[in-house]
């Protein structure tokens, strides 16, 4: 609405590019919309070409993530099986494991605190042709994924982020820094007027005084997003915490 496209980081060699939506994709939205309750506004497309091509275990990282909203994830083509693996071992040392089959047509609804818990993967299916079921060797064993998601983090056309996971929540926030920096600028220039600073200096005495130096608000954005993956980092080590103190109660009332 206020022209910010929405923004979803996330470890990739390169992120692929937005689009608008397509028909077909856009019809799905709204009716996933109604099953989950909320708005999801991003979708990642992608496309499985055969039975062994995967991706590997992991948690969605969620610094763009709308809190409180799910991950949803529709497919279309062949079966694959969406298998979750506890980040936490059992009292016995191992780790927990769940398979979720994903045929046809069908939606998997994930929310934030199992993805902080769990990892998930869709894994390679090696298992001979001759033993497969009908829905796994569907559209020759390809299968279409798509995620989609609230996103809270927004992009400007000019590249500048705000939302959730920046430091400046709103566009507004934005218009702010934009204002200090030019009455900024307006004073450094009337101290380069009188001759005691360069230019150079002055633009640099600026930026420093903002707390971007020469790294601009790139190194401020990163330092931002580190923080707010500790935060994370932590909450996951009390969720850790407490299933130990579970495990713990659970074991004194055997005894």
Request: aromatic residues 6%; charged residues 40%; neutral net charge.
């Amino acid at each position: 609405e206020d022209g910010g496209v929405p923004l979803y980081r996330h470890p990739v060699d390169r992120h692929p590019s937005l689009h608008p939506w397509t028909p077909t994709v856009n019809k799905l939205r709204k009716l996933i919309e109604q099953v989950v309750g909320h708005p999801l506004n991003h979708a990642l497309v992608q496309y499985y070409r055969n039975p062994l091509q995967c991706i590997t275990d992991h948690s969605d990282k969620t610094l763009d993530i709308a809190r409180g909203s799910y991950i949803v994830n529709y497919s279309v083509g062949a079966t694959r099986t969406m298998t979750l693996k506890s980040k936490v071992k059992d009292k016995n040392g191992r780790y927990r494991y769940i398979r979720v089959p994903l045929p046809h047509d069908s939606l998997f609804v994930l929310d934030l605190e199992t993805n902080r818990g769990w990892q998930h993967s869709v894994r390679a299916e090696k298992a001979p042709e001759h033993i497969k079921e009908y829905c796994q060797k569907r559209e020759s064993g390809g299968r279409i994924s798509i995620t989609f998601r609230q996103i809270a983090t927004f992009m400007t056309k000019e590249g500048d982020v705000y939302g959730q996971g920046s430091p400046y929540k709103s566009k507004e926030d934005l218009k702010k820094q934009a204002i200090k920096k030019e009455v900024m600028l307006k004073e450094v220039s009337g101290v380069m007027g009188k001759g005691k600073i360069s230019e150079e200096e002055g633009h640099e005495e600026m930026e420093e005084e903002e707390g971007n130096g020469k790294y601009g608000r790139k190194k401020e954005r990163e330092e931002k997003e580190k923080e707010q993956e500790q935060e994370q980092e932590q909450e996951q080590e009390q969720e850790k915490e407490k299933e130990k103190e579970k495990e713990k109660e659970k074991e004194k009332e055997k005894e």
